[in-house]
Each structure stands twice: as structure tokens, then as C-alpha cells.
């Protein structure tokens, strides 16, 4: 069961540190550098706040909508997360089961330390015991140094039953900080050639030059594996408009604005401050979901107003992992669901749809 006390996210947050050793603590939480993106990701959305509708007719309302022909329950996945056993034994499984009861997507990380397989069949096996859908499925895909490899993964997804595929661009380069314990691993990359960064003869560079830049996912990356697969491809880790009209150009089905929960290169935007941008230069031609620093409802809805049809949460799911296993992952979302529906009830929004930057405002616009 869940713990007293936990009426937030941010109670598991504060709770779960003391579930977990500190070199893990300090993996999920670190942002890099000196973490100027981490703390963008939240003060982005301490500066808007919400101009509600008075005596709006809420009869009717729901917050569920429709992505690639799939129905969700709300506006809300789980973001690929690696290694979800450093933070409770079940890892994954118990994150597909929660997700399953909360009939909420759940994007599966290459870096799983549950095969994708097994992620797929306890989700079956828990539709089937709670007497639900089976709960939408995407596959985080992170290119391996060899195609084949890469292929393989994407078809091992299909065959398991995923919905989509989203890949990720903005990682690529990013220092690995954690010494993993031993009962960890990224178990769908058994036998695969792993990226090291090993100089290629004749260059001088560190990075550049070596096998680890030279494995970096490039457009034509993008455009091979919309090739090769027939479910709909998402770019995870794009900013820029510019960027992002051009990946739906090559056949993209949908965009993460994201910059990695601060994770990748410090003095990146929040993905909540290039939103409008993105969505300006998409111009609505496909679904753009965003992540980074989403930690309550009232977040959600200020994502939707700014052109996001939905988000994700990332830390968030450890944090409850480590406190209470599948049942806090469970809580966690129920009380997401929860805040978003009151957040929607007191803007006078019954339906999504009538979620738009109407209905905010910017602190500093209005200060004395
Ligand atoms: C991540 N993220 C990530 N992204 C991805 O595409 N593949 C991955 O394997 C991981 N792994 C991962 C591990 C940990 C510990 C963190 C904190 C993040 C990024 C993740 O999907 C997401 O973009 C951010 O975490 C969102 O920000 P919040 O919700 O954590 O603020």
C-alpha cells in the first residue's frame, strides 16, 4: 500500500530520497552542469497563472482524447525512464501495471531494465485482471552504433505489440555518471555492440572523432527508420521550430518538446517556453507532447494552453517507485489525474479542448 502523507507528488519526491542509495538519489535527480535547464523546467511554469471562466456549463466534460487512433484517459504518459529497477526490484513491471490500472501510456525506455517482452505481457496480464484495455505502449528507441541492432529492437517492439515509436535526439553525447548495480542492466542490449568512445587514428579530438560523436543520430537517421516501420515515429528532444518543422517534413508523427529533464546541455529553454514556437512553425500538423518539470494538474493544463496536446512525467515515477512500488506509481497518476480535473473544473473547461492561452496569464505582466 501507499504510505501516510502523500498527497502530492512533491511528498514523494521528499519521501523517496531516504528509499534510495545516495549515488541513485543523486542520478534521478541531477540535472547537468549547474543545472540552470533543471530549475527552467519548474520556474517556467511558476510564471503562469489562470484566468478562469465564471458559471461555465461543466456538464459532459472528460479529460480524454485520442493519439494515433488510441484513446487515453488523459492527457498524461510516463517518459521513457532508464533503469527503473535502481529505483524498486519490480522496476518497469510495476510501472506497466500502474499504468495499465490508470489507463495511462507508458513509453518504454531502450535503456529498460526489464526486457520489452516481459513490459508488454504484464501489461495484458494486469488489462486482463483489472478488466481493461490493454494500455497504450510506445518504444523509446535510442539508436545503437549498428543498424541491425537498432532494427532489431523496433521489430522486437512491433512484434510485442507497441504502438509507436519514439526516438530520441537530444542524448546522444551525454556523459554516463552511474556505476550500475550488479542485479541492473540494460537487458534489451544483451549482445549488442555498445558506443564507446574510442579516437578514430588520425584525429586529435576527445569527443569529436571518435566512435561516440560519430554514432549520433543525423536526418537521414530519421528517415530510415520511418522507412522501415509502419508505426507512427515521434521525435523526442526537439526545441526548435525550425527543427521541428522540419522532422515533420520527413515523415515524423508527432514531437516531444523536451530538453531532457535539464539533463543534457545546461542553458537549454524549458520545453514549456519553446512550445509556442514549435507549435507556431508545426503549424497543428501533428500531435506535439512535451515534457520537463510537470509535477502537478494545474502543470498539465498550462502545457495544453500553450499548444501541447499532452505530456509526459519522467522523475516523478521513480520517486513513487522507490516510496511504494506499483501502488505508489498508481497513487501518483490518480492524483496527477486528480489535480487536472479540478484545475479544469475551476478554469470552466469541461472538455480539453476548450484548454487555450485564454485562460492564462503571465505573473510579471501583472506585477506592480
Ligand atoms: C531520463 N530521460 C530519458 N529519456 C529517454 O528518452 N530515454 C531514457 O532512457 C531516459 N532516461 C532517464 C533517466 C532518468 C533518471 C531521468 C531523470 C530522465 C528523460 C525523460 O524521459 C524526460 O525527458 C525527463 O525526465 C522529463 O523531465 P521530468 O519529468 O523528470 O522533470
Same mark, same amino acid.
Not at 97 to 104: G, I
Not at 139 to 164: H, N
Given at each position: 500500500? @501507499? ?19 545516495? +549515488? #541513485?538519489?543523486?542520478?534521478?535527480? +541531477? ?26 456549463? $461543466? ?31 519490480? %522496476? ?38 483489472? /478488466?481493461?484495455?490493454?494500455?497504450? $505502449? ?22 510485442? %505489440? ?22 541492473? /542492466? ?20 576527445? #569527443? ?14 530519421? +528517415? ?23 522532422? @515533420?517534413?520527413? %515523415? ?20 514549456? /517556453? ?32 500553450? %499548444?501541447?496536446?499532452? @505530456? ?34 475551476? $478554469? ?9 492561452? /485564454? ?10
Amino acid at each position: 500500500g @501507499v504510505p501516510p502523507g502523500m498527497a502530492t507528488l512533491a511528498d514523494y519526491e521528499a519521501a523517496a530520497r531516504a528509499h534510495l542509495e545516495p +549515488e #541513485i538519489w543523486r542520478h534521478i535527480q +541531477e540535472g547537468s552542469g549547474a543545472e540552470r535547464s533543471l530549475a527552467e523546467n519548474r520556474a517556467s511554469f511558476a510564471r503562469w497563472g489562470f484566468l478562469p471562466r465564471a458559471l461555465a456549463d $461543466l456538464r459532459g466534460g472528460s479529460t480524454e482524447l485520442s493519439l494515433f487512433g488510441r484513446r487515453h484517459a488523459a492527457p498524461l504518459l510516463l517518459a521513457p525512464m532508464a533503469y527503473q529497477r535502481l529505483a524498486h526490484p519490480e %522496476g518497469e513491471l510495476a510501472v506497466v501495471r500502474a499504468a495499465t490500472a490508470l489507463e495511462t501510456g507508458m513509453v518504454v525506455s531502450t535503456l529498460a531494465s526489464v526486457t520489452i517482452e516481459e513490459i508488454a505481457a504484464a501489461g495484458r496480464d494486469a488489462a486482463a485482471a483489472l /478488466d481493461r484495455p490493454v494500455p497504450p $505502449l510506445w518504444f523509446q528507441l535510442y539508436l545503437q552504433p549498428d543498424r541491425q541492432d537498432s532494427l532489431a529492437l523496433v521489430r522486437r517492439a512491433e512484434a510485442a %505489440g507497441y504502438e509507436a515509436i519514439v526516438l530520441t535526439v537530444d542524448a546522444a553525447i551525454k556523459p554516463a555518471g552511474l556505476t550500475l548495480p550488479a542485479e541492473v /542492466d540494460a537487458v534489451n542490449l544483451a549482445g549488442m555492440r555498445r558506443i564507446r568512445q574510442t579516437a578514430t587514428p588520425g584525429t586529435s579530438g576527445i #569527443i569529436l572523432g571518435t566512435a561516440l560523436a560519430d554514432a549520433a543520430p543525423r536526418w537521414a537517421d530519421l +528517415e530510415w527508420l520511418r522507412s522501415e516501420t509502419r508505426l507512427p515515429v515521434l521525435l523526442k528532444g526537439m526545441l526548435l521550430g525550425e527543427d521541428a518543422a522540419r522532422a @515533420v517534413d520527413l %515523415g515524423a508523427d508527432g514531437l516531444i518538446v523536451s530538453n531532457h529533464g535539464g539533463r543534457v546541455l545546461d542553458g537549454l529553454p524549458s520545453a514549456l /517556453d519553446m512550445l509556442d514556437a514549435v507549435s507556431a512553425a508545426t503549424g497543428g500538423r501533428v500531435p506535439l507532447l512535451m515534457d520537463g518539470g510537470v509535477r502537478t494538474g494545474s502543470d498539465v493544463v498550462k502545457a495544453l494552453a500553450l %499548444g501541447a496536446s499532452a @505530456v509526459l512525467v519522467g522523475r516523478p515515477q521513480m520517486h513513487a517507485l522507490a516510496v511504494a512500488g506499483m501502488a505508489g506509481v498508481a497513487h501518483a497518476i490518480h492524483m496527477l489525474r486528480t489535480e487536472l480535473e479540478a484545475t479544469m473544473a475551476q $478554469l470552466g473547461c469541461a472538455r480539453l479542448d476548450a484548454i487555450g492561452p /485564454d485562460r492564462l496569464w503571465r505573473f510579471e505582466q501583472h506585477a506592480r
